[in-house]
């Protein structure tokens, strides 16, 4: 995941957030970009806490697994091993439209995967979010008319529904961990958090 990643991830200031827990209703799914991004603040434990269930997909799984050594690994791997974190296998037709999704907006399979696990769920009729910092994942996303948000707009989430008693010292814990975080975009998260 490229440092650019995060800072490109405006909250959401749609009805997927501004609904609150009419959220954890939805299905959610997420990439691995933002759930590497809280790992690395210790916060991964916001997401059964938002939303009860999180899917995703093996692709996804198989990215943070063997994409390499990230700081921490290791509750990575925990999570992936709880009930609340569910892998969807990928079948083979809906690989062949992630493919398709990787040439059309130049993502990776990861985004690609949890962007057609969510066409397929709205599909069959199912209110799905989708967890995605990386810019193009998210104009993909914003294309396909799926709701999204990033791991600044968990954040905010999170201390809206009294989860968190505040959203500033875990943005500069990111900046610490080597995440761009531009001045313009910290401002407006937490303006959006009532902490600016």
């Not at 490109?8 to 933002?34: F, H, K, N, W, Y």
């Not at 925990?78 to 040439?103: F, G, I, K, Y």
């Not at 948000?149 to 529904?161: E, F």
Request: some cysteine; hydrophobic content about 50%.
């Amino acid at each position: 995941m490229g440092q650019a990643s995060v800072a490109r991830c405006i909250p959401c200031t749609g009805p997927e957030l501004s609904t609150g827990l009419a959220t954890m209703q939805r299905i959610v799914i997420a990439d691995a970009g933002p759930l590497i991004a809280l790992a690395r603040i210790k916060q991964l434990d916001l997401l059964p806490g938002l939303f009860g269930k999180v899917s995703v997909t093996d692709l996804v799984v198989n990215e943070i697994t063997q994409g390499g050594v990230f700081p921490d690994t290791a509750s990575l791997l925990h999570a992936l091993r709880q009930p609340w974190l569910e892998t969807v296998p990928m079948p083979e037709s809906w690989l062949a439209q992630c493919r398709d999704w990787v040439n059309l907006h130049q993502i990776d399979m990861g985004e690609a995967s949890a962007l057609v696990l969510a066409s397929q769920r709205i599909a069959r009729g199912d209110e799905v979010l989708v967890i995605v910092d990386e810019a193009r994942g998210r104009m993909a996303a914003e294309h396909a008319h799926i709701a999204l948000t990033g791991t600044a707009g968990l954040l905010v989430l999170a201390k809206n529904l009294g989860l968190l008693p505040a959203v500033q010292p875990l943005l500069l814990a990111l900046q610490s961990q080597d995440y761009f975080l531009s001045g313009r975009l910290l401002q407006a998260v937490l303006r959006q958090a009532g902490e600016g």
